[in-house]
């Protein structure tokens, strides 16, 4: 149901609407694939996806998942603080 969702919402919202959403990937391709292999490791490594952990795992108490999900936001700050720097 969440797949056929993600393509049909797009498709109802495009029928039906006069208003254009603007759509830009400002990334290159190889940038664009080693990001996704990073986050198919990263959901490897960690038993989960960061929207799993957050959502569902917190929801349920698991000490597991509320780490994981502090952990994810610390290195995202972390990460952004530094590329902040550079760009």
């Known amino acids: 149901m969440f797949l056929i969702g993600l393509i049909l919402g797009p498709l109802i919202y495009s029928l039906f609407s006069t208003y254009e959403i603007p759509f830009t990937i400002t990334a290159s391709l190889p940038t664009l694939i080693i990001g996704g292999l990073l986050v198919g490791v990263g959901t490897g490594i960690s038993n989960g996806c960061t929207s799993g952990h957050g959502i569902c795992g917190i929801s349920r108490f698991s000490l597991r998942s509320i780490l994981a999900t502090i952990i994810f936001v610390v290195i995202a700050i ?8 550079f760009f």
């Open 78 to 85: 972390i990460t952004v603080t530094v590329i902040g720097r």
